[in-house]
């Protein structure tokens, strides 16, 4: 199955956010101050990459 390209970026959404939560979860179990900080950091980019996908999206609708 081929997805066109708004199926790809809507995908890509969701996989982002997925990736927000699993971080901010993680870094929330792990012990390690470092690592802990670091996955607050891999959140926070992910959540920015989902942010800019649904801009491009919502720009897509719009044409």
Do not use: W
Not at 31 to 47: H, T
């Amino acid at each position: 199955m081929e997805l066109n390209t708004k199926e790809i970026i809507k995908k890509k959404i969701l996989d982002a956010q997925e990736m927000v939560r699993d971080y901010e979860m993680y870094s929330k179990k792990v012990q390690d101050a470092e690592v802990a900080d670091l996955f607050k950091s891999f959140a926070e980019e992910s959540g920015y990459q989902a942010k800019k996908l649904q801009e491009l999206l919502k720009k897509l609708d719009n044409k």
